[in-house]
C-alpha cells in the first residue's frame, strides 16, 4: 500500500481569529487529496464527471492535535481503508514542517449517477485502479 503525499502552504486567509489555521481549511484540503487521488489513479475529476458518475461526500471526520500557523509547511497523506462496489473511506493526516501530526481525518464517500443521485457500482476496471492506495488496515 501506498500513500499519496503532497505538500500544502498556509495563507494568510485559512488563519482564523485565534492566530491558527481555521477547521474549515482541513475540509478544504481532503478536498484537494480526493482530487489528486483521482489524477494519481488516471481518473482525474473531468473524466469521471464525463462518465456520469459523480463522487459525493457522505461523511467527514477530523480530530486535530495540534495548530498549523501562517508560514507552516504541512505535508499530508492520503489513503483508502475501504473500497466497495459503490463507496470508499478515505483516511488523512496532516503534519507541521517538523513532521509532527496536527490532524487526522476520515470521510466517506459515495458514486452516485450524475442524472439520479443514486449509487453508481464503479466498474470492476476502475475500482482496481485504487488498490496501489488501498491499506484495509488502518495504521497508528
Known amino acids: 500500500m501506498h ?12 488563519i482564523d481569529f485565534a492566530g491558527h489555521v ?3 481549511v482541513y475540509v478544504h484540503w ?13 481518473m482525474p ?5 464525463k462518465q456520469g458518475i459523480a463522487p459525493i461526500l ?19 497523506q492520503m489513503w483508502l481503508s475501504e473500497l466497495r462496489n459503490a463507496s470508499a473511506v478515505m483516511q488523512f ?4 514542517g517538523e513532521q ?3 490532524a487526522e481525518g476520515v470521510q466517506k464517500g459515495l458514486f452516485v449517477d450524475a442524472k439520479t443521485m443514486r449509487p453508481q457500482r464503479l466498474p470492476s476496471e476502475a475500482r482496481a485502479s485504487f488498490a496501489h492506495y488501498l491499506n484495509l488496515a488502518t495504521e497508528a
Open 93 to 96: 493526516r496532516f503534519y507541521n
Open 100 to 102: 509532527v501530526l496536527a
Open 30 to 42: 481532503m478536498e484537494i487529496g480526493r482530487l489528486k487521488l483521482l489524477e494519481a489513479i488516471g
Open 3 to 14: 500513500k499519496l503525499l503532497f505538500d500544502l502552504e498556509v495563507y494568510t486567509y485559512q
Open 22 to 24: 481555521n477547521n474549515s
Open 58 to 76: 457522505v461523511e467527514t471526520n477530523i480530530i486535530y492535535k495540534l495548530p498549523l500557523y501562517l508560514g507552516d509547511r504541512v505535508q499530508a
Open 45 to 49: 475529476i473531468h473524466e469521471v464527471l
